[in-house]
């Protein structure tokens, strides 16, 4: 018997039953479920990165302090990329008699590769969009430096040895960074001017920058080309090193996508093995007739195995097809919020659902198959000779190999995939032993039940196994759902009124040391709350304890402050803080201090102009940084403000003062600097919104995977019902009565995964809360309440809707069946 | 004055015939016969002759094409399914060759079951007494599957018997059976009947064991051919 014949024979003959149709349909499924994931969260995902990508103006940049060596630039763009070049410097900048310190940068190039700037042709005058550089021989300069230097459009500048004419007002540069204030106005101009300005000499202190874009794989090859040629003063800064916290957060966000995709693959795979285990159950008949009649055990086996790649084959047609026009949907659905500007669908990632699908038929269709090759051609004479179609240990390698491949190979990352696993694992096991428990007690309970009580709650005693694989599988999908709403809704909701009222939502910077006293009384007299002025000033960390600083990015040049007493949003971890009298001391952020290596009793050697000091740790800081105030890593004693040249920095809530009073501040002083964090708030909480949105429709086909395992258990245990019902029919149950045994055995197994799904979305949100967002969540009795009663909807609808045929059983089949 | 027996069963004329590829397929064709409370009755006959598709009939699992049917006063015609499973709850029992006992609840459980669907109360004492009757009152805990084919078959006649119903339809009882333990549970359900003056329909192809009964019917190809009375 030739097995490739067979095969479609099987097909044939097997295309119409229900059990290979719900095969069918978990590898559809899943196929569309992970098609739809993998296509949207690849446009969402490249949707981030390039908004990620715009926080760097290119997909990689190589930083150096001196100029880098031009073959970076040969070979970047021998790989196809597009490049840019900055040289960013500290300089006095002169129009007429006025001067000013400003932070050049020159540009050169494709600049800016990723993003756009912001200029506009006269100071308040409308903005204009542009992806180009300053022409030879112009500047543009942000609005408060031509305040500083009392200039205007037209003006010329001196630059070194070159003058430039001021042509735009610089409004926005993709590159700036949320997350690092500049405290000398910015002036961009084209990078050809600024070498030939002879300012770039050795101590100019200068920061050089090549920006890279393009391909991914050409970026890659770049960076593994170029990371092995960098010296000691020269370093990689990719999307993640962004200052931008935007840019950390969309980072985060598509790694999140991702293992929200996967809690539904698992779902999908747990479907599929329960609609394969069913299958093989209903072929043991065929299976021992075909070898009665001849056929060999493993020709059979290459039949069956051979039916399941078409099915496959099938499943990867029809899912990738409904997976398409799924995340298509999902597009239209988001169109006015972040679909709006999502890139179009690439199809590499329906290649990958197709491996997928294959690595899930192997791992969780093919070893309840396989097992049926015990089946015994003795079967057609006597069905006693059953065995329970199970997998036996050695086939549980396929399931459990496929379920620690699939994650690698869907989130790409194999130790993010195995925490991923292991908690998902962990999560199930406690819904499973919760699950367990419960039913456990509806066992007992079912004792002294009466009539449909007692029929539907022993029914749940009789299937525990596939109970429990129910009440977990939903248990996670309404879990996943109702921790979306809480994240979106509530938390968000609740961590944006966690700040105080009158958190600060404003900096003034750059205030002189002489203009502290005016600017302070000005913004007191004008009504603003929780104004507190701190110093700051720059130095270079030069040594710890003797040695060079490691090379990190928190080392180098390093902003701190001074003062006589513990500064509020902080705590003391370690130590003691400084006396109000003590000198030479130094208190360090926790966050910093770690990342450095640095410990109590440390000394660290400084720099600041001609001057260099040390001082020792005596205390380390836990420091709240979503309090908003101004914070410091490093805190000097106050006799640092006799040696070290500052500036202050103003933090205040503006409250009900008039914001006309932000213009009167920078026009009186027009070094000061005024800048709006209500914004940085307003666009992190937009970022997480957005991100939770997409994460919702990724979790509906977490809900939905927990629904096709909730109908294949359902089929897989559909005979059973039939005969049960049809039983107590002939007993003299009425409609009514096997209709409420039903719902009393759904009802309960509703009532179970959602009091878990409920509760563990509590706990965990509460435990992201605290662990994450640092504030005490407090669960919404109506948002559990509403979470509650959808999943009972959902759960019963759902059995109801899947076991009509068992309320149509007439009570006759109970006479034709052999029990 | 002799009362005259009250008749539980009787069915006239009766046909039942199913829509086949070759056109409609006759599976009884004019079954006539009547069974009063406390009678016995056999129904013989080879495999696919049609006796469990008439006694599905008789039970009222099922309508007839044609002919009418009287269980217990009441003409099953006239009766909707649900109005046909309320009368089989206070007048049917059922014994059945493969038991058909809930896996997953215990002998005790099984028959109080079926108490409760018929609304019984007092169903835990009755459903003890039934289980004594049958012997079984050390098992009453135990799940079908920790007992013997003859002791689950037991469980099940004290769940037919429990509810004392008027008529007891049994479909092959001692079909899965050994012969010594088909003896016991032939002897059990004839002295139930006896005291319980329920009415008792037969199906089986033993013919040991319709000679126990009071009438005996064989079915060839859906008719009945041969009416016979024994001792």
Redesign the interface.
Known sequence: MNPLTLSFRLLARQGRSGALAMLVAGLVVATAAMSAVSLFTDRIGRALEREAGEALAADLVVAGRDRLPPEFLVQAERLGLDTGEIILVSTAVFVGDESQLIDVKGVGGGYPLRGQLRIAAEIDGPEDTVSRLPDRGTAWLEPRGLRALDAGIGDTTELGYSDLTITRTLLFEPDRGGGRFLLAPRMMVHIDDLLDSELLGPGARARYRLLVAGSEAAVNDFRNWVQSRLDDNQRLITVADTEDQTGMALTQARRFLGVAALTAVILAAVAVLLSAMRFSLAQRDLVALLKAFGAKGGEVMGALTLMLLWLVLISIVVGGTAGLIAQELIAHILADGPGNNLPPVRFQPLAGAGVFTLLLAAGFALPPLLNLRGVPPMRILNRSLDQRIGISRLLWLLPVGAALAIPVVQLGDARLALIVLGASAALAASLALFGWLAMLVSGQL??RA??AW??GL??L??RRGAGIVQVTALGLGLMALLLLVIVRAEMLEQWRTSLPADAPDHFAVNIQPDQAADVERTLREAGVVNLQVRPMANANLIAINGERPPDDRMAGQVNVSWIDQLPPANEIVAGEFFAPDATGEISLAAMWAERLGVSLGDELNFESGARSFSATVTSIREVDWNSFNVNFFILLTPEAADFLPHQLIASFHLGDADSTLLRELTRTWPNVSVIDIGAIIERVGEIIDRVSQAAQVVFFFTLLAGLVVLLAALEATRDERRH?AA???????????VRRGLLVEYGVMALIAAALATTGAGVTGWFLAAELFEFRYQPSPVLFISGFVVAIVLVVGSGWLGNRSVLNT???R?????? | MNQSPREILSCRHVGFSVDAPGGRLDILDDITLSLNAGETLAIVGASGSGK?TL??LL?G??LPTSGDIRLADADLKQLD??QR??????Q?G?V?????L????TAL?NV???L???GFDG?HERAVKALTQVGLNHRLDHYPRQMSGGEQQRVAIA?AFAGNPAILFA?EPTGNLDRRTGQSIADLLFDLNRDHDTALVLVTHDMDLARRCAHIEEIVDGQLVEKAVTG
Do not use: C, W, Y
């Open positions: 079912a004792a009466r009539a007692r029929f022993a029914g005693k009789r049960e039983l107590i029919r002939t007993l003299g149950a009425d409609n009514r009565m007439p009570p006759v109970i006479l034709r069946t052999g029990g | 469990t006694l599905g039970a699992l099922e399914e649900d499973a309320r009368l089989r709850r206070r049917v059922f059945f060759q493969s038991f058909h809930l896996p997953s609840l459980e109080m079951l079926a409760e669907i018929a169903v769940r479909d």
